[in-house]
């Protein structure tokens, strides 16, 4: 198994990852561990557009539904007099 250091952590996220692990009950380093290996296993965005982006956040919020009004009326013709 590796072993990272991770220098220049700021002081409010040090402590934001210590509240984590207190509340799931680990060490800080197995908070760490677990957030590294569940965000590095998730699929690269990178490649997306943003449209699909946008599809994937609404996705991953629980989808969105849109009510799509009829289309029943033409527009008049346009005159040019």
Do not use: C, N
Not at 22 to 39: F, K
Not at 58 to 81: C, I, K, Q, S, Y
Request: charged share 30%.
């Amino acid at each position: 198994m590796a072993t990272i250091t991770i220098r220049q952590l700021d002081d409010d996220t040090k402590h934001l990852l210590r509240m984590r692990a207190a509340a799931h009950g680990r060490s800080m380093e197995a908070e760490a561990r677990t957030i590294l290996e569940e965000v590095v296993r998730q699929p690269a965005r990178a490649d997306l557009t943003w449209a699909q982006e946008l599809i994937v956040l609404a996705r991953d919020a629980g989808g969105v539904e849109l009510a799509v009004p009829a289309r029943d009326d033409v527009a008049p013709a346009a005159t040019f007099e």
